[in-house]
């Protein structure tokens, strides 16, 4: 099956500052990858998605290249807010077994 | 749409009861997923149904976890009995696309506590 493997947080940025959260995953073909952000109290809503290589997923200033030469896809955004405050989570999607495989998450500290 | 509806939001129980945690998945979507969140594991699907059918439970912890889905708008979750190790937020997420489910929509979840 697949697997998914996040930097750990958390992430501690100011305001207005560069984000990049680190994802690689593991997979026997090719999985359509995602981005999932879970805010306090709240359940996990989905961010951004690519469903082949060199595609690119984009939501809310957020973005993500699906890199299969390097099994990656990074979270980035240019210009982070307060209201970015939340966890998020990579996952891949395994055709075989319907199902998707979550990283452990990052949490995102954004300070005024 | 309401989305995905769990309920209680929040349950405190003594170890050794019974819970039941309810589901309501969005509206025409075909699978219908249970996922554990805690600190020490972080999510875990633990059973997931196509049409109302489980597919697969391999993630359910042991035999004092069962899930039901009688109807298509309708889950439950039961933990018989509870432990205090059972601690942790059950979310339940819906998929709208037969054959396959690669979005999720998930419920606000539900944080249970077992004395």
């Given amino acids: ?112 | 749409d309401a989305g995905v509806i769990q309920s209680p939001r929040h349950e405190v129980t003594e170890m050794g009861q019974e819970v039941t945690l309810r589901c309501k998945p969005i509206s025409g979507h075909d699978y219908l997923f249970w996922y554990r969140q805690t600190m020490m594991r972080g999510l875990e699907l633990l059973i997931y149904f196509n049409n109302n059918v489980p597919i697969d439970d391999s993630g359910m912890p042991e035999d004092r976890f069962s899930a039901k889905m009688p109807n298509a708008s309708f889950s439950t979750l039961k933990i018989q009995p509870s432990e205090p190790r059972d601690s942790a937020v059950y979310f339940c997420a819906s998929s709208p696309r037969t054959g396959k489910p690669d979005t999720q929509y998930f419920g606000p979840g539900t944080r249970l506590t077992v004395l």
Wanted: glycine share 10%.
């Fill in chain 1, 1 to 112: 099956g697949n697997s998914v493997t996040q930097m750990e947080g958390p992430v501690t940025l100011s305001e207005e500052a560069f984000l990049t959260i680190n994802c690689t995953y593991t997979a026997t073909g090719y999985p359509s990858l995602f981005w999932y952000v879970q805010y306090p109290g709240e359940g996990l809503q989905l961010l951004l998605k690519a469903t082949k290589a060199d595609d690119k997923g984009s939501n809310k200033g957020f973005e993500a290249t699906y890199r299969k030469e390097t099994t990656s896809f990074h979270l980035e955004k240019g210009s982070v807010q307060v209201s970015d405050s939340a966890v998020y989570f990579c996952a891949a999607y395994n055709n075989a077994g319907n199902m998707l495989t979550f990283g452990g998450g990052t949490r995102l500290m954004v300070k005024p």
